[in-house]
Each structure stands twice: as C-alpha cells, then as structure tokens.
C-alpha cells in the first residue's frame, strides 16, 4: 500500500533559524495522523512543505506518492488543507467564501455543504471581519471539508472552538474516515490528540522524537496505583517490582507510580486482602510531561 503521505529525511532550514530537520514520516490511507509538539517545534512548516507552499532545503515529501515538488497541483485538488491562521477577504461573508472556494474545486456536493454549515452552527450571511476568531475557524473548516478531499491536513483545527463544536468536528472527522480519507492534524493539545488520533508523531525542536500508536504513548506515563489494604501495608513485597516506584504507605493505603505493565503489580496485590484497588491512567499530558519535562509542556499548553 503506497503512504498518504510520506517524507524521507525532509529538512528546511531558514538561515539560521532551525525549521525542521531529517524529518521521516509515513502516514496510510485511513488513519488520523496527530502530528504533535510544542509552538514553534516545525509542525507548520513540515505542513507547508508538504503543500509545496515552501520548498525542502533537503530530502523529499511525497503526498499520493506524487513528489510534493513535482506536481503540487494534482496534490492540492485531492486535498482539504486548513492553515493555522486562517485569514480571508473581510468584505466577503462566510457564505460567499466557500462559495468561492467550491468554484476554485469546480463544484461540489450542495447538500453536504449546507448540512457542515448546519452542523457547525455556522452564520453563512455575516462578513469575515465580523465574525469571532471562533467563526472564522468554522468557515475554514467547512472551506476544507466541504469537497469531500481524500485527505485533510489541519493545522490546530479546533484554535477558537468551543467544546460542542469541536465534539461536531471530531464526529465529522470518523464519518470522513469512515468513508476511507486520510487526517493529518497537527496540534499542541494533547487531550485533542487523544480523543481523535489513531497514531501520533511528536516533533520537538524541528526533530521527529517518536511515533507511536495513541495507546502505547500512554503506557510511558506512570499509572498512578491506590491500594487500599485490609490489613497491615506489605510495602517492601511491592518496592522489588520493576517499574514501580514512589511508593508511600499511610494507615492501610499504599499508593505507588507504575511505569509500564500494570499486570505484575496486580498480581502481588492479589495475594492480600484488598478492600480498594484504584489505578489512574495517565493523560498523554501527564506522558508528555515525563518524555519531555515540565518546560514542553507548559509551551505545549500556553501556546503562543
């Protein structure tokens, strides 16, 4: 099966400013690619490069299996791209807008169309500049979906958003995969990684650090385990095991970190009599936080 999209040590560089370096990537057709990281980390300009809005200093980018820079526009007409900062004619209103843009795709499927607008509780008759940062998402939006394209490339879909819309975007992400179209969403929010991505690729400072499926990303994180005994804490009989750490016991409650497999843990436990066992799975905020530190994080959730 050819990749969606696929890049091979993919570099930009900007004088001296680092872009994104050696970047390699594979995304197949059908799954929800989150491409995640902190503000400034590449994730836009590995998107611009993939559009053949800017050129690679080195290395390739293939979207179809066309090289990006070979035939950008037979790229773009199979594509949905929605840019960070989506800007457009102020004197036109949302409705115009993605008229124009359906034109620019020679038509479209109308009924689809009206039924995104209805969906994201769009005002189509309001001119751009008068619409919130929240309005102004929506028409992109609906300008990236509203043709059906075989693959979507968002960058930070949900900025602006409030939480029934995105819940109406995420919907209308699985019907789009349902139907066999490819995601490719970059974002620094985790929590929105998680509700919607199938894999995740994280770039921090222009550098790929890891691929991985959404739930593998989760076992790096430490659970969180309360053990709530019944009789006197056997503290030590859970210190030896490998991956758990932290431990502190307090009247009959012992809670530790587990990294990694949980089973081992829940095996020693079953050997007491247990009144609770409670295990929190982390988020992949709290898994970031250990891969990356507190500093990424806090970039990743303040944004710019």
């Not at 929590?191 to 890891?210: L, N, P, T």
């Not at 436990?269 to 250990?290: G, I, K, Y």
């Amino acid at each position: 099966m050819v990749a969606i999209i696929k890049t091979e040590k993919l570099t930009k560089s900007y004088g001296s400013h680092r872009g994104i370096v050696e970047v390699d990537l594979a995304v197949e057709q059908g799954e929800v690619f989150g491409f995640l990281g902190p503000n400034g980390a590449g994730k836009t300009t590995t998107i611009r490069v993939l559009l053949d809005l800017i050129r690679p200093t080195s290395g390739k980018a293939f979207v179809f299996g066309i090289e990006t820079t070979a035939d950008p526009v037979s790229i773009h007409r199979r594509v949905g791209y929605l840019p960070g900062e989506f800007t457009l004619y102020d004197k036109l209103t949302g409705g115009e807008t993605l008229e124009y843009f359906a034109n620019l795709r020679g038509g479209l499927d109308r009924a689809y169309q009206a039924s995104l607008i209805e969906r994201f509780d769009l005002d189509p008759s309001r001119k751009f500049k008068e619409y919130s940062k929240g309005n102004k998402q929506k028409v992109g939006l609906v300008a990236a979906l509203q043709h059906k394209p075989e693959l979507l490339i968002l960058d930070e879909p949900t900025a602006g958003l409030d939480p029934l819309v995105q819940q109406t975007f995420f919907a209308v992400l699985r019907e789009s995969v349902a139907d066999g179209h490819t995601v490719f969403l970059s974002s620094h929010v985790l929590s929105e990684a998680e509700k919607a991505c199938d894999r995740v690729g994280i770039i921090r400072e222009g550098r790929i650090v890891m691929v991985d499926r959404v739930d593998a990303l989760r076992d790096l994180a430490a659970h969180q385990v309360e053990l709530r005994f019944t009789g006197p804490v056997p503290a030590a009989e859970f210190e030896r095991i490998p991956g758990v750490s932290n431990v502190t016991a307090e009247d009959h409650v012992l809670r530790m970190h587990v990294t990694g497999p949980i089973d081992p843990v829940v095996k020693v436990a079953a050997r007491f009599e247990l009144a609770d066992f409670v295990s929190r799975e982390p988020s992949l905020e709290e898994t970031f936080l250990a891969q990356y530190g507190q500093t990424a994080v806090e970039v990743a959730n303040h944004g710019h």
